[in-house]
């Protein structure tokens, strides 16, 4: 068993290793936002399907031999074929909605050997349930394994080792894996007489595979919404990833360990409450833009459900003669659940509706946990638990997304996030429209015809890139803008002066065009290149910008990948001698200054803040500190020394790769 033991955990613990590795080497690659982690999410969701597909298909047709054999070999060619690090002809080439190329990318390097150290707990359970050892507990190991990974990759891993090095250290110990399971398969092989006993199981009941996706799936889809809801607004930094799935998987190392017993008339209410409490989280004021308040609120309304759909899950486990068809069942709801929320939603919902929408169907798993009650009085109880939480639904979708669209000209979702355009200020000299992505504004425009050029908000003349801006020759000037908006920097254009715009979201482009005319006023010379920025910008020969604008938030989160020492290397290739880089640091969560100090001083570069009263803060950078002297904005700037910084909390500094990430 000892054996048994090792080689599930050993599966388990590189299985959710992979995942934030992967994480990190994709989550860049296509604009750093919450949504390229959920695709990753739903993508490895996938592959543990295929992993238990084939487990249950092999447990149920082959001989115990046969199975044994086909792992093995399965084993041994991911291991000559082992390649983590994405091959350049995968990179994305624009800004089109990438899933599908994420999907692409992450099969062609981590698909099989996710797949396989998926297969390897079922088939490792199977494999003693024949020799007459009891398999579940193994469930639980691995899933406390997958835990233990998910912690020591932001807190030992991401710290201490290059990224080249995590994918070489992680190919060790899969090779290491395989052998384990190698050895495994010759000493649990079973007396040639004897078959797999999957072939003399009975049919089970549709009702209970469909129970057993429903239960599988809810929670999924929950743990997706909730990650994507948490790390909106904030940078996508890898803890706030692993934290829910960590309390995801704790709940299941709870019931399938064995030793606690499920009580279903404390967990049906307590999963009933953390759904109100989340609700209420969701509609309340008081909650905006205060992560110190949701963030707990909602990691605990997630285990709560978590532990109330998984201790039903354990509850209703068969035999182990079903075992393979249960972590089928599993795996599907499972991957189901995450595809809904990441994959469909954005197609077939204007608004984040995803959360509100799990809060209504949570009604189904109260309503079959309250069905099992001999009593009346808790099957009533039960019931009503059900019709609150519906009522939760319902209300916390109307007040959070169809009352705030309400004044919206236009609202569309896709991949990047949801935009609103709104009018306010009707019939004042004020009129305007607004652009927001999420719950922040990202710049407006003046409706009225002789202010319709005038730079706003952040943009202002008086802003630190209004000044940067001014500090230039009379002449013809190149300028680069990293995030578009409404175009709002286009104002800035003279007749002769050469703009380009670097924007990964199509819709934004779309937005930009249809719904403000800062575009369409430009007498400059104007190109939008989409796509990535950092990646855009490796592929094209040095441009010579006067001054290079990085602005590209997405909610309230800068891309932090923008803002590393190697993309800081990617921007200064570009700039003119005497060139201005300006970096917009205004952010309500996390203070970004000390990655832009970081890159400075790594590449020898000049920095200071421009502080533009309340409405934004700019750093600019120059290779020669006079360019930074120059009026109008040598008179603004205040000094950015590395004893002025505050320092990043711990939590996000695994997401600020330096120059050692090999």
Known sequence: MSLAALAVLLSAFLLFLVQPLMGRLVVPLFGGGASVWTTCLVFFQAALVAGYAYAAGATRWLS????????VALLAA?????????????????????QGRIFLLLLLTAGLPYMLLAATGPLVQVWLAAIGRSPWRLFAVSNAASIAALVAYPFVVEPL?????????????????????????????????????????????????????????????LLVATTDFLTRDLPAIPLLWILPLALYLLSLVVWF???????????????????????????????????????????????????????????????????????????????????????????????YYDLAILFAALAVPLALAAASFESRLLKALGAGGALLVIAAGIYCGRQRYIVNDRDAASVQRNFYGTLKVVEAEKNTPDAQRQLWHGAIIHGLQYLAPSRRREPTEYYREQSGIGLAIATLPAGPRRLGFVGLGPGTLAAYGRPGDELVFYEIDPAVERVARRDFTFLADCPASLRIVSGDARLSLQREAPRGYGVLAIDAFSGNALPLHL????????????????????????????????????????????????????????????????SLRRAPLGQVLVPLEASSVTPMPTSCAPCCPTASSE
């Open 78 to 98: 991911s291991v000559a074929a082992l390649r983590l690090v994405p091959d350049a002809a995968l990179m994305p080439a624009d800004g089109a909605n990438p």
């Open 257 to 351: 360990d064995g030793r606690l017993p499920f009580h279903r008339v404390f967990w049906l209410p307590c999963a009933t409450l953390a759904v109100l409490a989340m609700a209420r989280g969701m509609t309340s004021a008081r909650f905006d833009f205060e992560p110190y308040l949701v963030v707990p609120l909602f990691l605990a309304g997630l285990f709560a459900v978590c532990l109330f759909c998984h201790g039903e899950l354990a509850t209703r486990r068969p035999d182990t003669r079903h075992l393979g068809v249960y972590y089928l069942c599993l795996s599907i709801g499972g991957a189901m659940g995450g595809m809904l929320v990441a994959v469909v939603a954005p197609w077939v919902l204007a608004d």
């Open 563 to 626: 803002l590393t020492v190697e993309a800081f290397a990617v921007y200064a290739r570009h700039m003119a001698d005497d060139g201005i880089i300006a970096m917009n640091v205004s952010n309500k969560f996390f203070d970004l200054m000390p990655f832009v100090h970081a890159a400075a001083a790594t590449h020898g570069w000049h920095a200071r803040l421009a502080v533009d009263g309340r409405l934004s803060d700019w750093i600019v950078l120059a290779r020669d500190v006079e």
């Open 161 to 221: 080792v290059g990224l080249g090095a995590q994918a070489r250290l992680w190919g060790a110990l899969y090779v290491l894996s395989a052998l384990l399971v190698a050895l495994l398969a010759w000493r649990t092989l079973a007396p040639a007489s004897l078959d797999s006993g999957e072939a003399r199981q009975t049919a089970t009941p549709v009702s209970n595979l469909l129970t057993w996706v429903v239960l599988a799936a809810l929670p999924s889809a």
């Open 64 to 71: 115990p031999r046969s199975q044994r054999l086909l792992h």
